[in-house]
């Protein structure tokens, strides 16, 4: 039996054994080493200590729905080493304006907390190194096309006889296998395909692409959760996993409540969908736009009071939802031209305490103005090397167990290439200038 650190203590250790972790295995991988230190420690409730500490990330992916993954991972404490092309980089990189300096705002805002290495997976070299920072990763990100990285000799069958332990999570458009698994996947477009388009927009109109790549970032929430969930898995079995996440599956999950209409009258689905939400609305004011919500009668009692017009709810037309939705296009005429006559602000002031949802529709610049949205701390400062202060958007979740703490700002190409060769790997300092000599890999010459 290996000799076990005597700062382990006796009752933590049985734990492990009994969970099925070996002794034998801090010999084979050196993240669980890591995190079993981690695990014993003396670490007591109520420290500053994020959930994922010691936990290593090799992150291939690019653009949104990976890097977002991988970003609230590495808010939560792991530590992130994105693998970029040397030259290029990530897509996104040159995806603008609008640019802060030399970077792309797209960029910025979801790569925070990690480390940048760029290395050429093309060169078996590259993709031996690749497949070294695997064996000391706890998981495994990418979003490759299906089949792209065992080309290489980096898809999960090779990866995980490297690194059985290893949590190996796809991110693709279509899933790993099908008829569509082989096109590129991109937001629009499965959004369109999954349906969320076409019952998008007005009730008689065309459909409308959301304002916000919806799909890209619900995928890289479910990836996100996935790995959480495959890296309890994997302590509990001594096993890692392949995960299947994809665009299109994760949209259609996403129109559930329209799905089960389907079933009753598909070419109304529009109109369906219309009546369910027919209780939220937004209006025109004297000054903007505002969102009222009237879920219930009595709500809607409230609203007509709120207006002034309190003849509407005594009207036998409208004195259920069902009959609202019957004469949904009078009743909303007649709520417009009210809404029209006063400011959004007084609007709110009328609405506040009375027990009715109401919201201003804000434009993204008076978001950031919105007193609640610096409360919840999603405005995170940072200092960017070559762009100067920048600002992005914070993590949405807070733990009462730690603090957030600053975080490392977006990284340029290739500024750690050098020191994750050193640090992790082990290479020598020859080893490192003829792999960057021969192109191999590249660190960025000012950082």
């Not at 990418?142 to 898809?155: A, H, I, S």
């Not at 990866?159 to 458009?173: D, E, F, Q, T, W």
């Amino acid at each position: 039996m290996s000799k076990i650190p005597t700062r382990v203590k006796c009752g933590a250790f049985v734990r492990l054994l009994a969970s099925g972790i070996q002794p034998c295995m801090f010999r084979q991988h050196q993240s669980i080493r890591t995190n079993l230190r981690r695990l014993l420690s003396n670490t007591q409730p109520g420290e500053n200590v994020r959930p994922l500490e010691g936990v290593k990330v090799l992150d291939l992916t690019r653009v949104l729905a990976g890097p977002f993954a991988t970003m609230i991972l590495g808010d939560l404490g792991a530590e992130i080493i994105k693998v970029e092309r040397p030259g290029a980089g990530d897509d996104t990189r040159s995806w603008g304006p609008p640019f802060v300096g030399d970077e792309s705002a797209y960029f910025l805002s979801v790569n925070r907390n990690k480390k940048s290495v760029a290395v050429n997976l093309k060169d078996p070299r590259g993709a031996k190194i690749i497949l070294e920072l695997a064996g000391m990763c706890d998981v495994l990100v990418e979003n490759y096309l299906p089949g792209k990285l065992d080309q290489m000799g980096l898809g999960y069958d090779d990866v995980h006889k490297a690194a059985p332990r290893l949590v190996y999570c796809s991110i693709s458009g279509y899933g790993q296998t099908g008829p569509l698994s082989q096109r590129p996947g991109y937001d629009s477009i499965a959004s369109a395909v999954s349906g969320m388009m076409h019952i998008t927009g007005p009730e008689d109109g065309d459909p409308v692409r959301p304002g916000v790549a919806m799909t890209d970032l619900a995928t890289g929430l479910y990836a996100h959760g996935a790995i959480m969930a495959a890296l309890l898995q994997c302590h509990r079995t001594g096993r890692g996993v392949h995960i299947d996440c994809n665009l299109l599956s994760t949209q259609v999950t996403h129109v559930y409540h329209h799905l089960s209409s389907l079933f009753y009258n598909v070419k109304k689905i529009k109109k369906i969908m219309k009546s369910l939400e027919s209780c939220f609305q937004g209006f025109r004011t004297k000054d903007g736009y505002l969102v009222v919500a009237a879920g219930n009668d009595k709500q809607f009692i409230k609203v007509c009071k709120m207006l002034g017009l309190n003849h509407l709810s005594d009207e036998p037309k409208y004195k259920s939802n069902t009959l609202r939705v019957q004469h949904r296009q009078e009743l909303l005429h007649i709520l417009s031209q009210r809404f029209l006559e006063e400011l959004t602000g007084e609007w709110l002031r009328r609405f506040e305490g009375t027990g009715v949802p109401c919201g201003p529709i804000n434009n993204i610049q008076q978001v950031f103005s919105e007193p609640q949205v610096a409360n919840n701390g999603l405005i995170l400062e940072m200092n960017h090397p070559t762009a100067g202060k920048i600002a992005v958007p914070g993590p949405a979740v807070r733990f009462s167990t730690f603090e957030s703490r600053e975080p490392m700002p977006p990284p340029v190409i290739g500024q750690h290439t050098v020191q994750v060769l050193r640090d992790s790997l082990s290479y020598n300092d020859d080893v490192i200038n003829q792999l960057l000599a021969s192109g191999t890999v590249a660190q960025n010459e000012v950082h």
